[in-house]
């Protein structure tokens, strides 16, 4: 997308809207637009106030246009309970209207259920697309030649945005800033919201309690929960496998599809940092015994794998790390 031009953005809403479907994106856009992004924020509804989630209203919205500008973007807002918010006369009216204002360089974008409306409207067929994990049946019913994507945070496919609302709305928000309005100010809008930037290989990790997890399949979720809460158990794959009620042979394939990491290597990477957290607060413990309640096999083993992980040895860690400890504890005289 050519940058520097004047958008107009027309967040849709609906009856029952779900207060952060639509409150999460309006504000990233809005701070952009503070920020200095050519862009012209509109909320507009079929009717005057709205109802949402949280049983309070919207007021004072703008009525549906009865045309738009070039380089105009439609976001359509999701709601609270679909199946009977969807069969309103104000989500009717948005439908309507979807068919027929829109122009043919109008791209259209959806929080959560939006999709949905989108689907009615005829957008969706032959193109990529994704919804809340919840809705991704009932998608895939409504618009059957739509390309329904089921672990995406978004997916971006040209003229049609669509992403799986609730807090990704936000993720959404952020991708358009940067199409329009550049990377730099679009990494300005996600410091400001407090938000972890979505990164590339190059840089630094997060902690391996929450790394890998820049991804949205359920099955490989539930497989990094299963180490996390315990990881010095002596995890098989077979026994992951039958957890998640997949073949060991899928698990396989699945894991680092999703989660960027081999199986392996992620439980030693929570290993590790185990065993870091014991080096820095158990300096009692000895290296061999850190190494047991990690579930390394032997303190060979573990020396071996921190080295793949790892800078010096576990030795050199914990004066280090005890080290650090002394600094960060407060002063008796000087308490926090």
Known sequence: METGLNLSIWLVVTPNVLLLD?????????????????????????QETVSTTLDIGLSGLAPLPETLPSTSLVIVVGN?????????????????????????????????????????????AGHRCTTHHSLL?????????????????FVDDGRILTSAGISTGIDL??????????????????RRLVIYQRRGPNDPQLSPWLAWRNHMHPAVHRAQDAMASEPAKGWTLEELAARLFVSARHLSRLFPLHAG??????????????????????????????????????????????QLHADGTPGQARDSLSRAAMVEKPSASHPC
């Not at 639509?22 to 012209?40: H, I, S, V």
């Not at 069969?87 to 309507?96: D, F, I, L, P």
């Not at 049946?137 to 945070?153: G, N, Q, W």
């Not at 928000?173 to 996600?190: F, K, P, S």
């Open 22 to 46: 639509y409150a999460g994106p309006a504000e990233a856009l809005r701070m952009a637009r503070d920020m200095g992004a050519n862009f012209t924020l509109y909320t507009c509804a079929p």
């Open 137 to 153: 049946k009932a998608l895939a019913m409504a618009e059957p030649a739509a390309d329904v994507e089921v672990d995406r945070v």
């Open 80 to 124: 609270g309970n679909e199946e009977e918010d969807h069969q309103t006369a104000g989500a009717n009216a948005v439908v309507s209207w979807l068919k027929k204002v829109p122009l043919p360089d109008t791209r259209l974008a959806s929080i959560c259920s939006g999709a949905l409306l989108l689907a009615k409207a005829g957008y969706l």
């Open 261 to 306: 990491i081999g199986l392996v290597a992620y439980l030693q990477q929570l290993r590790i940092a185990m065993a870091r957290d014991l080096l820095k607060n158990a300096p009692n413990l000895s290296v061999e015994r850190v190494s047991e309640q990690c579930g390394f096999g032997s303190t060979r083993d573990f020396r071996r794998v921190w």
């Open 173 to 190: 928000a952020l991708h358009i800033i940067e199409q329009y309005a550049g990377a730099q100010l679009a990494a300005r809008v996600a």
